[in-house]
């Protein structure tokens, strides 16, 4: 059973403060790593689709990290904002099977 | 583009009771995920499809759990009897990939309570 792991599993932020997020993955036979963000009554959205060690990405003030070797990829917001308020899942796939999701970090920025 | 159609939106039922729900994926994705979310819990795959083929269903409790994509496209997943562990977000999501490298686009997703 592969075993995805995300921490903390709750945060709550000021506005304005910068904050990051951990995935843990396993590191053997690895394909691809996803963000989504998922706001409350609305769909899980995608932020990135991670497939190489060391690869950065970057969507305004949001961006992600990736060590495949290791078996860790961070999330981090800058500044965060009210409207970044949800739950953030990772998902670790090893190729032509499912992705499998971790339990999500509830991310909860205050005014 | 429109995304994926799930109904209903909200279901309440009683144990024991049987239960579907529909999914409309993204015009011409080819996979097809159903999910299964329980409070505190991140998403557990049920079931995937690649067309109208299963290509994962490991952790579908089959027996009382069924799901089918007819014709490749439109997919129903059936819940009977129900159980009170069943009550759950069941979140329906295609992707045009199979290899997991396309990012999955997801419904709203459907709310089931048992009672």
């Known amino acids: 059973i592969l075993n995805v792991e995300q921490s903390p599993q709750s945060l709550h932020v000021q506005e304005g403060d910068s904050t990051n997020f951990t995935c843990s993955f396993p590191s053997s036979n690895f394909y691809a790593l996803h963000w989504y963000r998922w706001e409350t009554a609305k769909s899980p959205e995608a932020l990135f689709v991670m497939t190489l060690n060391g690869d950065e990405k970057k969507k305004g003030r949001i961006s992600a990290t990736l060590n495949t070797k290791e078996g860790y990829s961070y999330l981090y917001i800058k500044g965060s904002q009210p409207e970044d308020s949800a739950t953030y899942l990772c998902a670790f796939s090893r190729g032509f099977q499912k992705l499998v999701f971790g339990t999500g970090t509830r991310l909860l920025v205050s005014p | ?115």
């Not at chain 2, 209903?8 to 409309?24: G, L, T």
């Not at chain 2, 995937?48 to 997943?77: C, H, I, M, Y």
């Not at chain 2, 997801?106 to 048992?114: A, P, S």
């Open chain 2, 1 to 115: 583009e429109a995304g994926v159609a799930q109904s209903p939106r909200y279901k309440i039922i009683e144990k024991r009771q049987s239960v579907a729900f529909w999914c409309n994926p993204i015009s011409g994705h080819a996979t097809l995920y159903w999910y299964q979310q329980i409070l505190g819990q991140g998403p557990k795959l049920l079931i995937q499809f690649q067309n109208n083929g299963v290509v994962d269903d490991s952790q579908l409790p089959k027996d009382r759990f069924s799901a089918e994509r007819l014709k490749g496209v439109d997919s129903t997943l059936k819940i009977q009897p129900a159980k009170l562990e069943d009550s759950a977000v069941y979140l329906c999501a295609s992707s045009s990939a199979i290899q997991g490298r396309a990012e999955a686009f997801f419904g709203q997703g459907t709310r089931l309570t048992v009672v």
